[in-house]
């Protein structure tokens, strides 16, 4: 994956191939919809990670 791409849509990609259903919400794609729950951005990225989909690299 290329070292510019936005952690948060890698998250969102890597949980979408592990099979997990990830739907923007909101105007601004900041909330995402995963089952009955709405996650922020950085709750995306510490879910991926606590998988093992992406690195444990807290940028944010």
């Given at each position: 994956m290329i070292d510019d791409a936005d952690p948060?849509?890698?998250?969102?990609?890597?949980?979408?191939?592990?099979?997990?259903?990830?739907?923007?919400?909101?105007?601004?794609?900041?909330?995402?919809?995963i089952g009955d729950l709405i996650y922020s951005d950085a709750d995306v990225l510490r879910l991926a990670a606590s998988r093992g989909l992406v690195e444990d690299g807290d940028s944010r």
């Open positions: 948060v849509l890698a998250a969102v990609a890597a949980l979408r191939a592990a099979g997990i259903k990830a739907i923007p919400t909101g105007n601004d794609m900041e909330r995402w919809q």
